[in-house]
């Protein structure tokens, strides 16, 4: 039987383009090939690579249970069963435009308005992203991003558009910030090699950094891509997950201030996977300042409108304003303890983070730990961690970091005793390291010398017997 | 301010392959403008060029009232509420799969099986039709489609990948059967213009014609794309529709009778939104007999995955076997009783429509009220449809038809009393067109010798007090 597969099928069949033969889908692998589960599998692998908000669900449930109307599915909703099954209009439920509009508003503080009629609908950010691609750019044009940036982005933008994405090299030397001039080398870059620049690509709050971007930063990017005409895609699905200063700031407040900035080349992707935690639910915005690209936009959230199900269920719970502003105080109050949980366990064990205010994750320092500082040694600690140490965490270089070392440790999406067990195993990583660094530091020829050892880390026991360890934290404890 | 849309947008964003330049959707809007009410607006358009399937809603409703554990929204299913609205694996939920393809096996009356690991997600069954043209055809290839087809198929397998569709001239002579003659000229053709055909597209049974594709047919079609070594996209989005002799075939049983023929040339597309009536839910499967196609398709299924919310749904609804068998009958017998009364109203007014078994539509034979057997004069009629008779209807052009004076009517998404409106209405054009026949025939010249006229049609009146008229059917007053 002929089964000539390169033949008959397509090239981005036979292509990698979808960016699965990486570390970052490897991890995922190995968590699934064998998960940790407390009593089960005590020495299974922790999830530790998944960016997925799971600290405020019952949140979420309690309202589900006080609001049957909201569902179609429920004594008190199912008249309208009929009436939203059949509703398949690419424009999506006018009320959950408007609820959606309301909610963008609030969570950037109502220092900002959207218009719901701007507002597309998309299969998760995923979609959003390969809609924006394939409005803005041909195959073969390029959109800049700066690098560390989420491994999504290779599969989102370029699979099937024929886009490319070109890195803004940035590092830790100035905690991994964008410069005029990194934008400019990178711009620079493609000019050489022919390659039309058809924009820019912002994540803020940043995947994998969990920081955000300052005014001066993103007034600094309004104006490149308005010299040069080309488009700002912001990528803000982890606008609410911020939970300390500084504060989120939209590109949409930005634009209001410039007002000699051109409207037209201003695109923002969002989603409620991040920020309410409802990754399953495919529920992707795609909000264009250019009127065509809506118009374009929302002809193509045919191949990826969200169920009118859901959209119905979430048009009614976004309305209710005291449900939302209790969701996303108790949010941020419960993402930030957690990041202290992590954060401050891995201080104490002498391993540094990059200092962030928002995302579900840190940006984790193990430079140290290295053997040398090349990728190569990156991708042999992340053998160790993953198989001995029995996490999953993703390598900077899955992210396109430029410098090694540099890993994505996620923390929303376990409870607090698999987080206390994840620490705990990291502690011993840390601690076997720093035994044969000694070792070797007693023998006459010392072979890393530029590895400095922490002497003062505590044991990982004693941090969570300690009653000023952030595991205590009141707000940590309020969940169920 | 610059707004050279030309230039900053692609050149996907600025063509028409979207399609909705076309009658079709011309249509949709005019009712959009002036949505008929039988007190609100009973002068507005009536909507008769929607394929939605709402007869049978009522046997769904009352099974989501009695199933409140079904859902993630109610007391009885609220627990579940985190793993369901948490779970983004591109595979889609296990029972989910396995009630689908379960429910797929049903509506072939279990003569073939459906591996639920084959089953592929999409936003859609336009999403399943793009994501397959993706996977198998790179842009400049092209796809041989019988006509009269589906204007959404220019959109869903053309627009973002740049794949061609050639059409297969079928024509009234056979009513409108495809034929190996008529195959090997389109293959021909797109070979003469060096345009190399990846595959063939059926749709069985056939939107718009309501016919469903015999077992000669689909194995001559079979016997076709192996000797040519082409895949087979069958588009099976109603299968679940036919309520009459002949019954539906599946390309699935023509497959396990033909040893010889090779599976990795063989994909199915399919949806609920036709068959359960539940476009709003946007549940589009992607069945491969290809394991690469099914690898390829599952990556990309991330653009466009179905809600998890709606998966747990209609993971119990297509499990409960009583009730699926329930509505499969219950739902054949309403739109056959529907069916006959539509077509059964046309020929008492002496207008005829294609022989059908299937689907949410009758293909309706205006030829004789054209004013000349050309596109214009069909466009004309067309617009006196929409304008002056006050219902919606798509004319055989948007459906690239190759014969002048076919409308497509829809039939399943009203009640009985608006078909009867509709009904009508239709009577009123025959009547005043044959009138002003009878007036020209009684003239020296007759100008349009061509045109026969019916003398033996009754008035609509007549017919709507008739006992023996279609509208009386048990059956069809079941309904709520």
Chains 1, 2 share one sequence.
């Not at 569902?71 to 959950?96: N, R, V």
């Not at 924009?199 to 308005?226: Q, Y």
């Not at 795609?286 to 119905?312: E, H, I, W």
């Not at 376990?414 to 502690?427: K, N, Q």
Request: aromatic share 8%.
């Amino acid at each position: 039987m002929l089964r000539n597969q390169d033949q008959i099928l397509s090239k981005i069949a036979n292509n990698d383009g979808h960016g699965e033969n990486s570390a970052f889908f490897d991890g995922w692998k190995a968590y699934d090939a064998d998960p940790y589960h407390p009593t089960l599998n005590p020495n299974g692998v922790i999830q530790m690579g998944l960016a997925e908000n799971q600290l405020s669900m019952d949140l979420v449930e309690e309202w589900v249970r006080n609001n049957p109307k909201a569902s179609i599915c429920t004594a008190e909703g199912a008249s309208q069963f009929k009436d939203i099954a059949i509703y398949q209009d690419y424009h999506g439920l006018p009320e959950f435009r408007n609820a959606v509009a309301r909610f963008m508003e609030k969570v950037r503080g109502n220092r900002v308005r959207f218009d719901p009629d701007r507002i597309v609908l998309s299969g998760g950010a995923t979609g959003a992203q390969e809609t924006l691609a394939f409005c803005l750019a041909d195959p073969g044009d390029a959109l800049l991003v700066p690098t560390p940036y989420y491994p999504g982005n290779d599969r989102d933008l370029t699979w099937r558009t024929g886009v490319e994405l070109i890195p803004i090299v940035c590092d830790s030397s100035n905690d991994f910030k964008m410069t005029r001039d990194a934008l400019e080398t990178a711009y620079k870059k493609a000019q050489e090699s022919n390659t039309k620049v058809k924009g820019l690509l912002l994540n803020n709050p940043s995947n994998p950094l969990g920081t955000v971007l300052d005014r001066e930063a993103l007034s600094m990017a309004m104006k490149f891509i308005n010299d040069k005409n080309i488009h700002l895609i912001c990528d803000e699905i982890y606008s609410a997950t911020f939970f300390d200063e500084p504060g989120f700031i939209s590109i949409a407040e930005i634009m209001q201030e410039s007002p000699d900035s051109n409207p037209d080349l201003i695109h923002i992707v969002y989603s409620l996977s991040k920020d309410l935690g409802f990754p399953g639910f495919r529920v992707g915005i795609l909000y264009s300042y250019n009127d065509a690209v809506v118009n374009c936009a929302r002809k193509m959230s045919s191949f990826g409108l969200v169920s009118t199900q859901t959209q119905r269920l979430l048009a009614f719970m976004l309305s209710d304003d005291a449900f939302v502003e209790k969701f996303l105080a108790e949010s941020a109050a419960r993402l930030g303890a957690r990041r202290g949980v992590l954060c401050g366990g891995l201080a104490q064990m002498g391993v540094g983070s990059l200092k962030g205010s928002a995302g579900l994750y840190c940006w984790m320092d193990l430079r140290r730990l290295l053997k040398a500082a090349t990728f190569e040694a990156e991708m042999e600690l992340w053998r160790v961690i993953v198989n001995d140490v029995r996490i999953n965490v993703s390598p900077g270089a899955s992210f396109h970091c430029s410098e090694p070392g540099w890993f994505r440790v996620c923390f929303a999406n376990m409870d607090d005793e698999t987080m206390r067990v994840a620490l705990s195993r990291i502690s011993k990583l840390v601690m076997q390291t720093n035994n044969s660094e000694a070792a070797a530091a007693r023998k006459p020829c010392r072979r890393r010398s530029k590895l400095e050892i922490s002497l003062s880390f505590k044991r990982m026991d004693e941090i969570m017997m300690s009653p000023h360890s952030p595991m205590t934290s009141p707000l940590v404890r309020t969940r169920t």
